[in-house]
Structure formats: C-alpha cells, structure tokens
T-cell receptor
Framework: AQRVTQPEKLLSVFKGAPVELKCNYSYSGSPELFWYVQYSRQRLQLLLRHISRESIKGFTADLNKGETSFHLKKPFAQEEDSAMYYCALRGPQAGTALIFGKGTTLSVSS | DAGITQSPRHKVTETGTPVTLRCHQTENHRYMYWYRQDPGHGLRLIHYSYGVKDTDKGEVSDGYSVSRSKTEDFLLTLESATSSQTSVYFC???????????FGPGTRLTVL
C-alpha cells in the first residue's frame, strides 16, 4: 500500500534549535517525495522536491531509500518557520495525484 | 500562486442542499485535482481530471461529483451536503512544465 507517515502531530522547539520533521513512506517502485508548508489558514506551498536537491528557507531533505525516509531538517529554527508541514509522495507518471501524510505542526518559540 | 483561484472562499450551507465549488486556472494545465483537508487526516484526494471531460475518482469520492467542460475550470459538486463534508477544500494543478503540484487558496465549507 502507498502510504506516508508523519509520526509527530506537533513539534515544539525554541528559536535557534535544530529541527527535524520525520517522514517515512511505503511505496513499491520509485516515488517522488515532496515537502509542502502551510502557514496559518493559507494555501499549501511547495517547500522541497527531492529530485531538485535544493535548500529552501534553510530547509533540506534527503531521500533515504534504504530507510524509506525523507526527513526535513533545518539547523537553526526561526519563529517564522511555525507552520504545518506535510510530506507527500507520488508515482513517477506525469500528473499522478499526491498522497499526503497527516502533517506535523511546527511551533517555534523564543 | 500559479494562477489558481477558488470560489467561493467561504460557504455555510444546510444539510441536504447541493453545493458547487469552482476552481479556475489561467495557465492551461492539463491535470487538476480536488483535495479535502481535515484535522488528523491531512489532505485526501476526492477527484482529479486529466483533461476536458476526463475525470476519475480519488480516495474519498463518495458524495462528490466533478465536471470539467473547459480546461480552465474544474467544478466540485456535493450532491446533498452532509455534516461530514464540513472541511477545507483545496484545488490543485500539476504544472505542465515541471510536473509539480500547486494549490489554490482553499474553500472553507461548513454544513450545518
């Protein structure tokens, strides 16, 4: 079964602390993995896509096929990082819909 | 925002009434999607479209229908709204050049 698991509903950290949002997936084949971010009551925005290997807003994520994980990391959290983060996957065929995890709320306090 | 708009942005309706939500895009992308967002469930696919008049069901399609008579518009209809359909509904497109999904601003629907 195709599935995305985000084990933490809520992650609370202090400003300047490192952040790691966990994402594990189940998929037979070669999926594409994504991280989306949703600031309060706004639309989802693409944060990272594994094939692009970019760093956006200081966040990085590495696809680990052996552990079937795609954890999102940032070395120093900022208060403006507070948001809901969704991990998602989809198959390689163009236009395939996304399968989302249940999301993790990141709360960064000073 | 990839030229995606949704209307209405907020709606309150009563159980048993039909409701239609509209998603409009300005960039002629082929693929369009409707998701619903619920606490504890993340986003779940309702229906999607891969072209004009070409649609298919997603994970949570019961009680919903869709239509796409023009490339730019993808309509989601709740045939007879129920309280369990109270949710935030997001439309998305898949960018034809990058095959990346972008989302509309969402419609907050409350069924009383």
């Amino acid at each position: 079964a195709q599935r995305v698991t985000q084990p933490e509903k809520l992650l609370s950290v202090f400003k300047g602390a490192p952040v790691e949002l966990k994402c594990n997936y189940s998929y037979s084949g070669s999926p594409e993995l994504f991280w989306y971010v949703q600031y309060s009551r706004q639309r989802l925005q693409l944060l990272l896509r594994h094939i692009s290997r970019e760093s956006i807003k200081g966040f990085t994520a590495d696809l680990n096929k052996g552990e079937t994980s795609f954890h999102l990391k940032k070395p120093f959290a900022q208060e403006e990082d507070s948001a809901m983060y969704y991990c998602a996957l989809r198959g390689p065929q163009a236009g395939t819909a996304l399968i989302f995890g249940k999301g993790t709320t990141l709360s960064v306090s000073s | 925002d990839a030229g995606i708009t949704q209307s209405p942005r907020h709606k309150v309706t009563e159980t048993g009434t039909p409701v239609t939500l509209r998603c409009h895009q300005t960039e002629n992308h082929r693929y369009m999607y409707w998701y619903r967002q619920d606490p504890g469930h993340g986003l779940r696919l309702i229906h999607y479209s891969y072209g004009v008049k070409d649609t298919d069901k997603g994970e949570v399609s019961d009680g919903y229908s869709v239509s796409r008579s023009k490339t730019e518009d993808f309509l989601l209809t709740l045939e007879s709204a129920t309280s369990s359909q109270t949710s935030v509904y997001f439309c998305a497109i898949s960018d034809s050049n990058t095959d990346t999904q972008y989302f509309g601003p969402g419609t907050r629907l409350t069924v009383l």
